[in-house]
T-cell receptor, first 117, second 118 residues
């Protein structure tokens, strides 16, 4: 059964420090994609970063990087140099590529990140 | 428009009323998804359209939920005889899949409709 696990309900980080948000996944599909989204209190879901299962290198997007460990089925998000505006819910999601035509996303429960000044 | 647009942003209805939620996807996007997000939870898949075809509706929680996308663009999610457990944020997302150019592109989300059933 497909599943996304985010074990950290809440995290705190000091402004300008780095923080790692954990995500583990479970799938039997050899081809899949992993996504991280940010959801501020205003509610919109903002795409941050993507990692494909066959990508050889870890994805990076500005201050965001993804620590992808395929054998351990983990895809942790690293935010460097945290800013106050990073305070939000963060969701890890997975898309299975061989699940027919439907590219739906399967989501974790999220991690609430608070950045302290 | 440039992004996915959802309306209304907030909807309050009395139990038993019917509601309709609208989603206007990014122009040209073939795929459209509806998700339901309960308070403090991650989104849960409801239904998926490819153009006007509803290819998967396995996530719709009951036959009170109905979605359509008649012209392959704007979509409407309708909930009949609303119940308190329907209270949630309803998120719409679109993507260019199955165009191969969009194979690894993310789903783009609207701001959601926050539905409260009294």
């Amino acid at each position: 059964a497909q599943k996304i696990t985010q074990t950290q309900p809440g995290m705190f980080v000091q402004e300008k420090e780095a923080v790692t948000l954990d995500c583990t996944y479970d799938t039997s599909d050899p081809s899949y994609g992993l996504f991280w989204y940010k959801q501020p209190s205003s509610g919109e879901m903002i795409f941050l970063i993507y990692q494909g299962s066959y990508d050889q290198q870890n994805a990076t997007e500005g201050r965001y990087s993804l620590n992808f460990q395929k054998a351990r089925k983990s895809a942790n998000l690293v935010i460097s140099a945290s800013q106050l505006g990073d305070s939000a819910m963060y969701f890890c999601a997975m898309r299975e590529d061989n699940a027919g035509n439907n590219r739906k996303l399967i989501w974790g429960l999220g991690t609430s990140l608070a950045v302290n000044p | 428009g440039a992004g996915v647009s959802q309306s209304p942003r907030y909807k309050v209805a009395k139990r038993g009323q019917d509601v309709a939620l609208r989603c206007d996807p990014i122009s040209g996007h073939v795929s459209l998804f509806w998700y339901q997000q309960a308070l403090g939870q991650g989104p849960e898949f409801l239904t998926y359209f490819q153009n006007e075809a509803q290819l998967d509706k396995s996530g719709l929680p009951s036959d009170r939920f109905f979605a359509e996308r008649p012209e392959g663009s704007v979509s409407t999610l309708k909930i009949q005889r609303t119940q308190q457990e329907d209270s949630a944020v309803y998120l719409c997302a679109s993507s260019g899949y199955p165009d191969p150019e969009y194979s690894n592109q993310p789903q783009h989300f609207g701001d959601g409709t926050r539905l409260s059933i009294l």
